[in-house]
């Protein structure tokens, strides 16, 4: 296996991760998200905790996701690639904040809450606003800086150097701004992140996101647009060190006597 595709392989693997970790740790959060009195009930603390220790899976997986790329798509434009890089690390950061927001919710249940709490009104505040930091760290990292990371600058970076079909890029030059778009009306109070009319907005970044995945992993970079940019990077070393002129091609130097 060359290591072009041993690259998109793993890049690819990470990529499947994010999908792997995050869905179903929305579906385990609902009893948190949904109840707003779950800081004074019984609890399902497994399943939160679980649903926590996938989304710092979600969180490693979209930074490995960057560092993995990198070497890759410096070679097409290293200020994009960097841009890229810290595009999926504010995002990490964002859900593991939203990460932190939860928990807390499950420490002060088993600590002062549950039904014997003294204060059951200042308990359920409480939760409520921890529950929606942890909504605003959605709305910020993978609504927003998914859109325009993974949307703008991956799919930007992807399509203009062809190492993926430039008719997959589309899905997320396309639906990366749609998607912050949708993100901003809800930043405005448009509609809310659970509205259908969110989902439809999403649905090219998630369908890019997906496809890029799966063809990491079935098919790998296009080793053409590989080839080009290699050539593309000795080219430019010769050029540095005075050894090649594109004009005049490369040039012998001089040998010592």
Not at 101 to 111: E, G, K, P
Not at 125 to 130: C, K, T, V
Not at 184 to 194: K, S
Not at 220 to 243: C, K, L, M, P, S
């Amino acid at each position: 296996m060359s290591p072009s595709r041993q690259t998109a392989l793993i890049a690819g693997i990470w990529f499947a991760l994010t999908f792997i970790a995050s869905i179903p740790a929305l579906i385990l959060y609902d009893p948190v998200l949904n109840d707003t009195q779950y800081i004074l009930s019984a609890g399902h603390d497994t399943q939160i905790q679980l649903a926590a220790f996938l989304e710092v899976i979600l969180a490693l997986s979209g930074i490995a996701t960057a560092v993995v790329f990198y070497p890759v798509l410096k070679r097409q434009n290293q200020a994009v690639a960097l841009g890229y890089v810290g595009s999926r690390t504010v995002e990490s950061v964002m859900i593991l904040v939203g990460v932190i927001a939860v928990l807390s919710v499950v420490t002060l249940r088993q600590d002062v809450g549950g039904a014997g709490a003294t204060d059951p009104a200042t308990l359920e505040i409480a939760g409520r606003s921890l529950i929606a930091v942890k909504d605003w760290t959605f709305l910020f990292g993978p609504a927003f800086c998914a859109g325009f990371g993974n949307g703008v600058l991956l799919g930007y970076l992807m399509y203009r150097s062809g190492l993926l079909p430039r008719r997959l890029a589309l899905f997320g030059l396309i639906g990366g701004p749609i998607s912050a778009a949708g993100a901003t009306a809800v930043l405005f109070g448009a509609w809310d992140q659970t509205d259908a009319i969110q989902l439809v907005l999403t649905l090219g970044e998630i369908v890019w996101e997906a496809g890029l995945s799966i063809w990491l992993i079935v098919k790998g970079f296009n080793q053409t647009a590989i080839t080009a940019a290699y050539d593309r990077d000795v080219q430019a070393e010769r050029q540095r060190q005075g050894e090649y002129d594109p004009d005049r091609g490369p040039e012998l130097k001089p040998q010592r006597t």
